[in-house]
């Protein structure tokens, strides 16, 4: 199975976002955390930026929201030209809806569970989202000890991806490492966020490092 590696630019430095994008080109998609100080106690950045990011970036955008009121700004990332937009399933009034108006504007549309959301409700929903991310930390801060008591979540989701024969990709974020990754590919996920195992060492090297465990392990 094909699997993804999305280094989360939550841990790149800020002021230099076009060369950090530069040190990435490895990378499947650009994972870009928006956070908005209600929904996750952080902040980051908005519409604008993202639109700045998408511009500069040779690689698809991979956007995660953890935002209030997802149904009314999501579809903004969407317009933009977001490849991915992520939203999460405590914040939307209506999921199904939301994920409908993404993929008309023509991005793949993700839900994304905390970790201590259970999946079971959204396995008959899977046909209506392209990506499901189970959060392996709370959502808000990079540098996170990866939770392993989500990983039956996986479980739950690939057995059910496969009997559907859908093609949803299933997302892991928050603590991903050379060693974390390999319990999440044997879990079942097959799209990785890691944001500090990446920036913190040599971005080419971790990438290439990240997607030879995960292959070597994922179902
Ligand atoms: O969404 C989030 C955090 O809420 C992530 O995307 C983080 O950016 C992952 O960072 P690391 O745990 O890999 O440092
Ligand atoms: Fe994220």
Redesign the pocket.
Known sequence: MPVRINP????ADFANFERELGRISTADLV?V?I?DNHF?P?LTFGLAMTERLQELSAIPLDV?L?IDDPDRWAPGYAELGAYSVTFHAEAAKDAVSLARTLRDIGARAGIAIKPGTPVEPFLELLPEFDQVLV??????????S?IESTMPKLGLLREAVTKTGLDVWLQV?????ADTIVIAAEAGADTF???????RGEPAEQIATLRAAATAHAH
């Open positions: 989360s630019i939550l841990a994972h955390d956070m996750v952080n995660h953890m959060m392996t930390v709370e959502p808000g801060f990079g540098g996170q990866f974020d928050g603590g991903i490492t966020v890691a944001g500090s195992s990446v920036f």
